[in-house]
């Protein structure tokens, strides 16, 4: 018969203690606070160099300035919610940068309205430009054709095959000029939204945090 001896004692494993939050021993908050506030510090001086000089109601300064600022709003994200990690005790500076982040979210929502309406302008610009110089460019061969210096040397032929090359690189650069508008506009707009949904969602959960 087994001795009841040979069981382990139930309080060899020592009296129970009650269960205590560990301490933060690597100080992460602070450690992500100091990296969301490097972050955010780094792009509000980007945006300030980008600008300046400001010039807002120049399309190619909208353009090209909303275009440095796409590509550099992850910064802003990422700054943001490390931000909001390091403060997570402090409810009230959590609400500010939570609001902060939904008005920049709506904020950059309303500049896709503004870089899709500028690409189209620039569009615009791009093929009348074109076809501007398309037009000139007919306007002086037809004008060789009488002209009694080019008339040895130019034929008929010579003169419409030039002509049939100045449309069919004109439609070529207006083709192109169409494209690259469309692909500048939806990697912009697209930059903008991405952030302004991750700002708007990094608010809110701000917000419900307590």
């Known amino acids: 018969m087994t001795s009841m001896s040979n069981f382990p004692d139930p309080n060899f494993l020592g009296p129970s203690f009650p269960k205590q939050k560990l301490p933060d021993t690597y100080g992460a908050k602070p450690l992500f606070l100091i990296i969301g506030v490097t972050c955010l510090a780094s792009f509000v001086l980007d945006a300030l160099a980008l600008g300046l000089p400001p010039s807002p109601y120049s399309i190619e300064w909208r353009t090209t300035f909303l275009e440095k600022i796409g590509d550099r709003s992850i910064l802003l994200l990422l700054g943001a919610a490390l931000t909001m990690y390091g403060i997570m005790g402090n409810r009230k500076l959590v609400v500010k940068l939570a609001a902060a982040c939904v008005i920049a979210g709506i904020f950059f929502h309303a500049?896709?309205?503004?870089?899709?309406?500028?690409?189209?302008?620039?569009?615009?610009q791009a093929l009348s430009n074109i076809s501007n110089q398309a037009t000139q460019l007919q306007t002086q061969l037809q004008e060789s054709r009488t002209s009694t210096e080019n008339a040895p040397t130019l034929t008929?032929?010579?003169?419409?095959?030039?002509?049939?090359?100045?449309?069919?690189?004109?439609?070529?650069?207006?083709?192109?000029?169409?494209?690259d508008a469309t692909k500048l506009s939806i990697v912009n707009a697209g930059n903008f939204v991405i952030t302004?949904?991750?700002?708007i969602f990094l608010g809110r959960f701000g917000f419900t945090r307590r």
């Open 111 to 124: 500049s896709c309205l503004v870089i899709i309406k500028d690409s189209l302008s620039l569009k615009e």
């Open 156 to 179: 008929a032929q010579e003169i419409a095959q030039a002509s049939q090359q100045i449309d069919n690189q004109a439609k070529s650069l207006q083709q192109r000029a169409q494209v």
């Open 196 to 199: 302004g949904l991750g700002l």
